[in-house]
């Protein structure tokens, strides 16, 4: 059974750093790209970042280019998120998922497994 588990989320100030992690099991890591997705309560899940496969191509939301840094292990079959000079509007619930797609999606439709998800809360 395909799980995802994600953990690091936290409450920082502004301009801090966090780094999310997501762990894999049940299903061939190596062989989905991965995404973090998050979500606002009462707003739609929204793309972050993206790995493919292999972990040679990542891709970001425009917002958060410059500060996010997506990487994977496909020994230890995770998938981090470093996220720096955090801001309050990057307040959500961040979700780890996998897709099929090689090179992954910023399609929330396209993942087929998600994990429950980890809050980030940032103060100013």
């Known amino acids: 059974q395909a799980r995802l588990e994600e953990s690091g989320g936290g409450v920082v100030q502004a301009g801090n750093s966090l780094r999310l992690s997501c762990a894999a099991s049940?299903?061939?890591?190596?062989?989905?790209?991965m995404g973090w997705f998050r979500q606002v309560p009462g707003m739609e899940r929204e793309f972050v970042a993206g790995?493919?496969?292999?972990?040679?191509?990542?891709y970001y939301t425009d917002s958060v280019k410059g500060r996010f840094t997506i990487s994977r292990d496909n020994a230890k079959n995770t998938v981090t998120l470093q996220m720096n000079s955090l801001k309050p509007e990057d307040t959500a619930l961040y979700y780890c998922?996998?897709?099929?797609?090689?090179?992954?999606?910023?399609?929330?439709?396209?993942?087929?497994?998600w994990g429950q998800g980890t809050q980030v809360t940032v103060s100013s």
């Open positions: 049940g299903f061939t890591f190596s062989g989905y790209a």
């Open positions: 790995v493919s496969w292999s972990g040679s191509d990542t």
């Open positions: 998922a996998a897709t099929d797609r090689g090179y992954g999606s910023t399609w929330d439709s396209e993942y087929a497994y």
